[in-house]
């Protein structure tokens, strides 16, 4: 089993990517943020020590982790939005590896492919065999923020800036797509960094 770390600034097209690679290869998508949702679910190993850092008042009526409650909270204290990273950004990790040691183990896909923003800081080049970067300009991506997710000008400034550079990604990714012209160049591309794998369709002809 091969495994691929995807990144990208927000905005690059990483989830139609992933959603292409499913459809067309023996593989399973790992996302990070998914993860981290999950880990704060009662029960799960991240809901205690959120709630003993932030305190109940960011629960709801169910006693799940309230997101808004929760985003409220930490992003008006840089300090507590620090700490919070440092408690869930390894456990987050931790989930992954365990996962990745599981797929492995049962053998029944070719590639795990594992999506981050946060891949090359949280050091994840140490677990992954490869990692690709997904790249559009930052204008289109800006123009694909304020069309599908309605963000402001404001708002995409302050995203862009806490996100690694171009040079950085490129410095850190062995492939690099370009998801910044029409969506056949982008699969064509895919299916060249691919061309080691079965594709479905190769399946579904033999």
């Known amino acids: ?4 770390g995807i990144t990208g600034g927000v905005g690059g097209g990483k989830s139609r990517i992933l959603a292409y690679l499913k459809e067309h290869y023996n ?10 949702h999950r880990i704060k679910e009662p029960g799960e190993r991240c809901y ?44 987050v990790k931790e989930y992954i590896l365990e996962k990745k040691e599981r797929l492995e183990k049962e053998g029944r896909i070719d590639v ?12 994840y080049e140490d677990i992954v065999d490869e990692l690709w970067y997904i790249y559009a300009s930052e204008e ?8 599908s997710r309605g963000y402001s000008e404001e708002k995409i400034k302050g995203i862009f800036r806490q996100q690694l550079t171009e040079d950085e990604f490129r410095k850190h990714c062995r492939v690099v797509i370009d998801n910044g012209g029409g969506l056949e160049d982008t699969y064509r591309q895919i299916r060249e960094n691919m061309a080691g794998f079965h594709s479905r369709e190769a399946e579904r002809e033999n």
Do not use: W, Y
Not at 112 to 120: K, R
């Open 1 to 4: 089993m091969r495994t691929i």
């Open 27 to 36: 593989c399973e998508v790992i996302l990070a943020d998914e993860v981290a």
């Open 140 to 147: 289109a991506r800006r123009q694909r923020l304020k069309t």
């Open 48 to 91: 205690g020590p959120l709630v003993e850092l932030l305190g109940g008042e960011v629960l709801g009526a169910d006693r799940k982790i309230d997101s808004g409650k929760m985003a409220e909270k930490i992003f008006r204290d840089g300090v507590l939005l620090e700490r919070v990273n440092r408690l869930m950004h390894p456990m």
């Open 112 to 123: 795990l492919f594992i999506e981050a923003a946060l891949l090359i800081e949280d050091g």
